[in-house]
């Protein structure tokens, strides 16, 4: 059975640093997309950012420079590292797995709240 | 890039087959059969119901379909049960130069 298990997510001042981890069990991160998908209070769902199996990386307009997608093979885990938080970052935010290809999104983390206020 | 564009909400009564659209470009979802759709309940993480279109996975009801025609993508859900009310997003490979996925506004579903 595929778990992935998100943490890490809390407030933070704006300009400040929030490390994401998802750790997952059932499949193998590195052998598989993996994404950052978010949900801001009562809005609808954004795609982050996806590290891919051969290691490429890409994000969403609105984050690049500012947030870093990893993982660890050793630990099985995902990581998203987000500086410079803005108010507009708050969101729930999901690690999702791609084993139904690079464009889709199977196994979903129950998510962590990221809020990001003074 | 903007969302691709959905409904608010939809309707139908027990038994009823309702359809929801999500349309966009030709650099999205007219241009790639990388069209999925998941469903979501209050509080809780999106589910994967239809991948590559017109794919279901394993564990979906046969109940649930998609399609595609030009620019605009169709899931349409037969037989309404209860257990179907949620909200439901579409989602579309638009990458072109690079990799990049955009997601629909969403659609409130409610069973009558």
């Known amino acids: 059975e595929v778990q992935l298990v998100e943490s890490g997510g809390g407030l933070v001042q704006p300009g400040g640093s929030l490390r994401l981890s998802c750790a997952a069990s059932?499949?193998?991160?590195?052998?598989?997309?993996m994404s950052w998908v978010r949900q801001a209070p009562g809005k609808g769902l954004e795609w982050v950012s996806v590290?891919?199996?051969?290691?490429?990386?890409y994000y969403v307009d609105s984050v690049k420079g500012r947030f870093t997608i990893a993982r660890d093979n050793s630990k099985n885990t995902l990581y998203l590292q987000m500086n410079s938080l803005r108010a507009e970052d708050t969101a729930i935010y999901y690690c999702?797995?791609?084993?139904?290809?690079?464009?889709?999104?199977?196994?979903w983390g129950q998510g962590t709240l990221v809020t990001v206020s003074s | 890039q903007s969302a691709l564009t959905q409904p608010r909400s939809v309707s139908g009564s027990p038994g009823q087959s309702v359809t929801i659209s999500c349309t966009g470009t030709?650099?999205?979802?007219?241009?790639?059969?990388?069209v999925s759709w998941y469903q979501q309940h209050p509080g809780k993480a999106p589910k994967l119901m239809v991948s590559?279109?017109?794919k279901r996975p394993s564990g979906v009801p046969d109940r649930f379909s998609g399609s595609k025609s030009g620019n605009t993508a169709s899931l349409t859900i037969s037989g309404l049960q209860a257990e179907d009310e949620a909200d439901y997003y579409c989602?579309?490979?638009?990458?072109?130069?690079?990799?990049?996925?955009?997601f629909g506004g969403g659609t409130k579903l409610t069973v009558l």
């Open positions: 999702a797995s791609g084993i139904c290809g690079d464009y889709c999104f199977d196994y």
């Open positions: 059932g499949l193998t991160v590195s052998s598989n997309s």
């Open positions: 590290i891919h199996s051969g290691g490429s990386t």
């Open positions: 030709s650099s999205d979802v007219g241009g790639y059969n990388y």
């Open positions: 590559d279109v017109s």
């Open positions: 989602c579309s490979y638009a990458g072109s130069y690079t990799y990049h996925v955009i």
